[in-house]
C-alpha cells in the first residue's frame, strides 16, 4: 500500500488531454513538493515534473503538474502514443522518508 | 551528461549479504545527495535510504531500517549500500538516483538499475 494515491490506470486517444491524480496527506504533499516521473516500459524513471509544476529542460510543454492542498495532478494535453508509460509522484514526508505513489499506466488507445 | 552505473547485484540466498555500488559522473558528486530506490517485479517505486552529500544526514524506509547501510565514498564518485540478512520480498531492481540538491531531497536524474534476486 502505497503512501501516495494515484490511480492505478488511465487511458486517452491522441491529442486528448489526460489528468492524473496524486493524493497525500499534510505530512507530505501538504507540507512538501511534489515531483512527477515518467516511465516508459523497460526503462529507468525520468524526471517530468519538479517543485509540483516546473519542467526540467527538454520535456515538452504538453506535460504540467499542479498542486492543492493534500492533492497534486499531473496533466497531457496533446496526447501522444509515445506518451504510453506509468507515471509516478513523489514527495518528502515529514517523518523523514521519501513516498511514491502506486504508479498510473497510461494507455494510448 | 550525468551518468550513475549501479552494479553488484546478482542471484543471492536468503539471509545472506551483497554490497551494491553507483558509480557517478557528470557532476560534482559531493555537491548532492543520493538515494537508493527499487522496484519489484511488475511493482512500483519504492524508496530504501537517501544520504545528505556529507554523509551528516541519513534515513531508511522501515521496511529496511537495521538491514541495509547507504554510505557514500565522496573521493570515489561512489555510492553504496550495503545489504544484509536479505528476504525473498527484497528481490527488485535496484536504482541509484541523484538528489536535487545537498541534503536529502526528491531525485532527479535515475541510473538504469542492478537486479538482485533473493531465492534459495
Known amino acids: 500500500q502505497s503512501v501516495l494515491t494515484q490511480p492505478p490506470s488511465a487511458s486517452g486517444t491522441p491529442g486528448q488531454r489526460v489528468t492524473i491524480s496524486c493524493s497525500g496527506s499534510s505530512s507530505n504533499i501538504g507540507s512538501n513538493t511534489v515531483n512527477w516521473y515518467q516511465q516508459l516500459p523497460g526503462t529507468a524513471p525520468k524526471l517530468l515534473i519538479y517543485s509540483n509544476n516546473q519542467r526540467p529542460s527538454g520535456v515538452p510543454d504538453r506535460f504540467s503538474g499542479s498542486k492543492s492542498g493534500t492533492s497534486a495532478s499531473l496533466a497531457i494535453s496533446g496526447l501522444q502514443s509515445e506518451d504510453e508509460a506509468d507515471y509516478y509522484c513523489?514527495?518528502?514526508?515529514?517523518?523523514?522518508?521519501?513516498?511514491f505513489g502506486g504508479g498510473t499506466k497510461l494507455t494510448v488507445l | 551528461e550525468v551518468q550513475l552505473v549501479e552494479s553488484g547485484g546478482g542471484l543471492v540466498q536468503p539471509g545472506r549479504s551483497l554490497r551494491l555500488s553507483c558509480a557517478a559522473s557528470g557532476f560534482t558528486f559531493d555537491d548532492y545527495a543520493m538515494h537508493w530506490v527499487r522496484q519489484a517485479p511488475g511493482k512500483g517505486l519504492e524508496w530504501v535510504s537517501g544520504?545528505?552529500?556529507?554523509?551528516?544526514?541519513?534515513g531508511y524506509a522501515d521496511s529496511v531500517k537495521g538491514r541495509f547501510t547507504i554510505s557514500r565514498d565522496n573521493a570515489k564518485n561512489s555510492l553504496y549500500l550495503q545489504m544484509n540478512s536479505l528476504r525473498a520480498e527484497d528481490t527488485a531492481l535496484y536504482y541509484c538516483?541523484?538528489?536535487?540538491?545537498?541534503?536529502?531531497?526528491?531525485?532527479?536524474?535515475w541510473g538504469q538499475g542492478t537486479l538482485v534476486t533473493v531465492s534459495s
Open positions: 513523489a514527495a518528502w514526508d515529514d517523518s523523514l522518508s521519501l513516498v
Open positions: 544520504i545528505s552529500w556529507n554523509s551528516g544526514s541519513i
Open positions: 538516483a541523484k538528489g536535487v540538491g545537498a541534503t536529502i531531497s526528491l531525485p532527479d536524474y
